[in-house]
């Protein structure tokens, strides 16, 4: 069945340090979107991607959808600690109006 | 606009015991969803409606059932609690399944 994969599960970086969380699919997705989750709160939603290639900015967040759209990353420059929280992707099967979601990574930064 | 709306926002079941988790929503989207989130497993889809009427199944629809009489209401129904339905639940809508906005949770213990 349709899968999202997500690594890491944890990243721990020093205040100022890159981040960067990939999702891979086992199948090819209309497109994907993003979720930031604080501890305790709800997932919030971050960006889409749809187009094959697609990279967005977002300040010091640099989203990537792959050539082959069954995957994607995002890229966090210069971490802050307001940048602590869970990071989801979210899929959207090509066949199917359903959305399957990562299994998260948790980033902790360290001031 | 209040947004997503969920109640309650705890409960306590005892095993075998029948409950309703409600969902509102006031943006006149189309697309709701509901979805239980578990440690290590990110958010996992158990139903959801792209209109008042229509509703279809998620990853992990056994045990729960959903009805979508209003464009605003999607309720979920645990019609005989097991404890391997303690988790967090999500509901979410979107307009035509784009952006996702998640409500609150409610957070579920079964005994």
Known sequence: GQQVMQIPQYQHVQEGEDFTTYCNSSTTLSNIQWYKQRPGGHPVFL??????GEVKKQKRLTFQFGEAKKNSSLHITATQTT??????CAGRSSNFNKFYFG????????? | NAGVTQT??????????????????DMNHEYMSWYRQDPGMGLRLIHYSVGAGITDQGEVPNGYNVSRST?????????????????????????????????????????
Do not use: H, W
């Open chain 2, 8 to 25: 309650p926002k705890f409960q306590v079941l005892k095993t075998g015991q029948s409950m309703t988790l409600q969902c509102a929503q």
């Open chain 2, 71 to 111: 464009t605003e209401d999607f309720p979920l129904r645990l019609l005989s609690a097991a404890p391997s339905q303690t988790s967090v639940y999500f509901c979410a809508s979107s307009a035509g399944g784009d952006e996702q906005f998640f409500g609150p949770g409610t957070r579920l213990t079964v005994l």
């Open chain 1, 47 to 52: 960006i889409q991607l749809v187009k094959s």
């Open chain 1, 103 to 111: 299994s998260g990574t948790k980033l902790n930064v360290k001031p």
């Open chain 1, 83 to 88: 940048d602590v929280g869970t990071y989801f």
